[in-house]
């Protein structure tokens, strides 16, 4: 292919447009639409003249602030940040999760740092004009972030230990009706699996929930249980997984969204019945999972046990279940998964 190459300042709008068609494919084919949109803020005078304001993008789960100006007679008065505020709540509702800007020294470098912006460039790339590039994840303010959805237990685990410990954090809601394309690009992004729950603690990613709650008790030192029991945690949140974490949620799927056969609901049932049976018999010898306590083995069991009716299972036939259940209730903050798994009901764990 021939071709000639040059440099110039001349900005032709038709120029821009050829350059960024190749590079939209290529972004499409490799990681979906970006569903860019722009995000504004203007601020007029009583006469609709635009004096300032702010100019970016989302796109890809990122706000990309480009310019923002406050007019010289307002400087201030605190309207800078409360512009950076609505433009980060307006990218949060659009499922955003992180934010990119660039300032020099001179103009604005500690306003964003005070606004939680850290600087993302090391000093010795910064050359003589003090460029400085700031990098902000998670400007929900919050350092926490669970994407999970109503009806998932797995999700409610995660929800009600942070809803337990009293952690705060930001809780969004996904559409799990929706396909998985279809769902908010910072979540497809951040989501290994596709599943809910994925919890993003600063810039780390967690998926899979019995993980997520490790994790989780390893970083707060809650319900994380005595230093002796932490095999045993780990072996009830193991034995979750294939038993009780498996067969409450299938038997309750296939029976409320998912016909089945009799011989599936007969084996499902027959499934739960003796996960029930081995909690029954654990919990005739002790309060909870571990001897010292609720954690996260109780959190992660326990979760899909708050709606046993929907799985036709009667919580009576399980006294030691029954009792251990109704203990997990009365601890402070616990919130049933049909309240603490809604879309924007109990937004924040504080
Ligand atoms: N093993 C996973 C299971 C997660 C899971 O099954 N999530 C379901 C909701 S409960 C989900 O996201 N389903 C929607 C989908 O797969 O598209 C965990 O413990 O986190």
């Not at 559409?175 to 994925?198: C, I, N, Y």
Request: charged share 20%.
């Amino acid at each position: 292919m021939e071709y000639t190459i040059a440099l110039s300042d001349i900005a032709e709008e038709s120029a821009r447009q050829s350059i960024l068609k190749p590079l939209a494919e290529c972004n499409n084919s490799r990681a979906g639409p970006s569903g860019s949109r722009p995000l504004v803020i203007e601020i007029r005078n009583k006469n609709g003249s635009v004096l300032g304001g702010f100019w970016g993008t989302t796109a890809y789960g990122w706000l990309f602030a480009q310019w923002l100006v406050v007019p010289e007679p307002l400087r201030g008065t605190g309207l800078g940040r409360t512009m950076m505020e609505l433009a980060e709540r307006g990218s949060i509702e659009r499922g955003c999760v992180a934010a990119w800007l660039d300032t020099f020294e001179f103009q604005a470098g500690g306003f964003y740092e005070k606004l939680g912006y850290v600087d993302s460039l090391p000093m010795a790339d910064r050359g003589s004009v003090s460029t400085i590039g700031l990098l902000a994840v998670q400007q929900s303010g919050l350092d926490m972030l669970l994407y999970g959805s109503t009806d998932s237990g797995h999700s409610y685990k995660v929800r009600s230990f942070l809803l337990l410990a009293d952690w705060p954090h930001d809780y969004r809601w996904i559409d799990l009706t929706a396909s998985r394309q279809e769902r908010p690009k910072a979540f497809v992004l951040a989501s290994k699996f596709g599943e809910v729950p994925v919890l993003i603690d600063e810039s780390y990613t967690f998926c899979q929930s019995n993980a997520i709650l490790l994790y989780l008790a390893q970083r707060t030192g809650l319900f994380a249980g005595e230093v002796d029991e932490w095999q045993g945690v780990q072996e009830w949140l193991f034995w979750e997984t294939n038993r009780v974490g498996f067969s409450v949620p299938n038997l309750r799927f296939a029976l409320r969204w998912s016909k089945q056969p009799p011989e599936v609901l007969a084996f499902l049932r027959a499934r739960a019945i003796a996960d029930l049976s081995t909690l029954d018999a654990f919990l005739s010898e002790q309060m909870f999972l571990l001897p010292s306590g609720p954690t996260i083995a109780d959190i992660s069991c326990s979760a899909y046990l708050f709606w046993l009716k929907d799985a036709d299972l009667d919580e009576s036939a399980f006294p030691n279940v029954q009792r251990w259940l109704a203990d997990i209730r009365g601890l402070p903050h616990w919130t049933h998964p049909d309240v603490a798994m809604l879309s924007g009901g109990l937004a924040k764990g504080n």
